[in-house]
C-alpha cells in the first residue's frame, strides 16, 4: 500500500516526477500516443451534433409534403476529364428562366423552396465563326434576400438553393437567425463588414487579439433631390412586383448608418418607412460590389461531395424530380458530414502540434539548457513530458463532451500554456534536487583528515641495584 502512495504522490509531487527519468521509452511513446487520441476522441464523438448546431436546418422530417418535385428540369452530371471535377448540365423548359418555387407544408410551417438552375446561352459574335456558348445565371440573389427580408411572412422558412457548373450553393432562411424578437446575419451569406473594437473588451481579449468583433456595414438609400419615390419605392422593396424581375437599383443604397433603426423619409410629398440593411457581396480590388452568385453566397458544395457521401446520406440528382424532402435532408446531411470530416481533420492538424510537435521542440530546449545541472539524458526529459501530456489530455478529452475545442481557441492556448508552465516547473524542481543531491553526496563522500600521532610521554628511566653477580665469564 505504501508503494502505490508513493507511485500515486510521485505524479502529483513535481520533484518525485525524477523517478520516472529511466522509464522505457516504449511506455512514453505509449503515453504521447494515447494522449493524442485521447485529446480529440471526446469532440470526434460529439463532432456531427456541433456540426448541425452551426449549420442552420429546420425540422425537414416533419414535411408531409412526399412526392413534390420539380418535374421540368433534369440534370445530368458527368467527371470533366481536363479538370477531373464532376460538372452539371440542366435542360430546362423552353423559354423558362432556370428559377422554380415550391412550398411544402411541415405542421404549422411553410418551406418556401426556391431553386435556381444555370442557363446554357448562345451568344453570336461576327468575328467568330462558330456562336459563343456561355452559362448565365438569370436570378438576382440580393434582390431575393432583401426583398423577402423586408417582406417576410408569417411561418414560412425560406430555403435558396442556387446550382452552378460544379458547386450547388444553400442560404437557409436568407441568412438571418431569429434572437428574440429580431432576425440577426448568419454566415451563410458574404455582407461587407468592418471590424470594430468589443464593448465589452478586457486587457487580457487585447493580449489575445480578441478584442474586436466584425459587425456588417449598414446601408440607406441615398436621399437626395433627384431621387424619384418610384425609386425609392422599388429600392426598399414597397412594390408587390415580382421580386425576381424587377431591377434593383443598389446605386441607390449608398449612404452608410451605424443605427440598424428604421427611419422616416419623405419624397415626393409622401413619407415612406426604410429599414437600413448590410449591403451582400464582396468588396473587389476596384472596391466595387461584386454582384454574382459567387461572391454572395458562402455555403457551397462541390458535386464531388454530394456524390461521394450519396451511399451515407442517400443524395441523388433525380430527387430534385421526385421529392424536394429527400433531396433538402439529403442535401443538408453531405453538408454535416462535410462539415464533420472537415473539422476533424483541422483538430487533428492542431492537435499534432499541440501534442507532439511543439512538445518535442520544447523538451528538446529543456533539455540543451539544464543538463548540465540537472538529468542528461534527452529520453529522461522526453519521459517527464509524456506524463504531463497525459494531464492535460485528460482535461481535453473531458471539456470536449461540452464544448467544441475547435471553436474554443482561448482552451487551446490556455491549455498548450498550462502544459508548457508545468513542464518547466517540473523541470526546475528535478534539477533543484539533483544538484541538492549531489552536494548531499559530495558532502558525504568527502575524506576525513589525517589523524596527527598524540605524543608519547617519556618514561622516567630507574635503575635498580644488583645484589648478586649473575654473570658467567667463560
Known amino acids: 500500500m505504501k508503494k502505490f502512495k508513493d507511485f500515486l504522490l510521485s505524479l502529483i509531487i513535481p520533484h518525485r516526477m525524477v523517478r520516472f527519468k529511466d522509464m522505457s521509452i516504449f511506455i512514453t511513446l505509449l503515453l504521447i500516443l494515447f494522449s493524442f487520441i485521447a485529446s480529440v476522441f471526446s469532440n470526434n464523438a460529439r463532432m456531427k451534433s456541433y456540426a448541425e448546431d452551426e449549420i442552420k436546418f429546420g425540422d425537414y422530417e416533419a414535411i408531409t409534403d412526399n412526392e413534390i418535385g420539380i418535374k421540368d428540369v433534369k440534370v445530368t452530371c458527368e467527371r470533366n476529364k481536363e479538370t477531373n471535377n464532376y460538372e452539371a448540365t440542366f435542360k430546362l423548359p423552353e423559354g423558362s428562366n432556370g428559377v422554380f418555387t415550391e412550398k411544402l407544408k411541415a405542421n404549422d410551417l411553410t418551406y418556401e423552396v426556391t431553386m435556381v438552375f444555370e442557363k446554357t446561352v448562345e451568344t453570336s459574335d461576327p468575328n467568330e465563326s462558330e456562336p459563343k456558348v456561355e452559362r448565365v445565371i438569370d436570378f438576382n440573389v440580393s434582390d431575393y434576400i432583401y426583398y423577402n427580408r423586408a417582406n417576410r411572412k408569417e411561418n414560412?422558412?425560406?430555403?435558396?438553393?442556387?446550382?452552378?457548373?460544379?458547386?450547388?450553393?444553400?442560404?437557409?432562411?436568407?441568412?438571418?437567425?431569429?434572437?428574440?424578437?429580431?432576425?440577426?446575419?448568419?454566415?451563410e451569406i458574404f455582407s461587407i463588414t468592418h471590424r470594430v473594437k468589443k464593448e465589452d473588451a478586457n486587457i487580457f481579449d487585447s493580449l489575445l487579439g480578441s478584442d474586436t468583433k466584425v459587425e456588417n456595414v449598414y446601408y440607406l438609400p441615398k436621399i437626395n433631390e433627384d431621387l424619384t419615390s418610384d425609386e425609392l419605392v422599388l429600392s426598399t422593396y414597397a412594390s408587390e412586383d415580382d421580386p425576381y424581375k424587377y431591377s434593383y437599383n443598389s446605386s441607390n443604397w449608398s449612404e452608410t448608418t451605424t443605427s440598424k433603426e428604421e427611419i422616416k423619409v419623405v419624397v415626393d410629398g409622401k413619407e415612406y418607412k426604410i429599414k437600413p440593411m448590410p449591403r451582400l457581396g464582396m468588396i473587389g480590388e476596384n472596391e466595387e460590389i461584386k454582384n454574382d452568385v459567387e461572391s454572395c453566397l458562402y455555403n457551397g458544395l462541390i458535386y464531388e461531395y454530394l456524390l461521394s457521401y450519396s451511399k451515407g446520406t442517400g443524395f441523388k440528382f433525380e430527387l430534385i424530380n421526385s421529392s424536394l424532402k429527400s433531396f433538402i435532408i439529403s442535401v443538408h446531411e453531405t453538408h454535416v458530414l462535410a462539415t464533420v470530416d472537415g473539422n476533424k481533420a483541422i483538430l487533428m492538424l492542431i492537435n499534432l502540434v499541440v501534442f507532439i510537435l511543439i512538445p518535442l521542440l520544447f523538451t528538446l530546449f529543456a533539455w540543451l539548457f539544464t543538463r548540465k545541472r540537472g538529468m542528461t539524458k534527452f529520453k529522461s526529459y522526453l519521459n517527464i513530458m509524456s506524463i504531463i501530456e497525459f494531464y492535460l489530455a485528460i482535461i481535453f478529452f473531458i471539456a470536449g463532451w461540452f464544448v467544441n475545442i475547435l471553436y474554443s481557441p482561448i482552451l487551446l492556448f490556455a491549455g498548450l500554456l498550462m502544459m508548457l508552465w508545468y513542464y518547466i516547473f517540473v523541470i526546475y524542481q528535478i534539477t533543484v534536487r539533483i544538484e541538492k543531491d549531489k552536494k548531499d553526496e559530495d558532502s558525504t563522500n568527502t575524506p576525513d583528515e589525517p589523524k596527527q600521532d598524540e605524543p608519547v610521554e617519556a618514561k622516567k628511566v630507574e635503575f635498580k641495584k644488583i645484589d648478586e653477580d649473575y654473570s658467567v665469564i667463560g
Not at 434572437?179 to 448568419?186: Q, R
Open 156 to 187: 414560412t422558412v425560406y430555403m435558396l438553393y442556387v446550382f452552378t457548373k460544379d458547386i450547388l450553393y444553400r442560404v437557409y432562411d436568407l441568412g438571418e437567425e431569429l434572437s428574440g424578437e429580431e432576425y440577426k446575419e448568419t454566415v
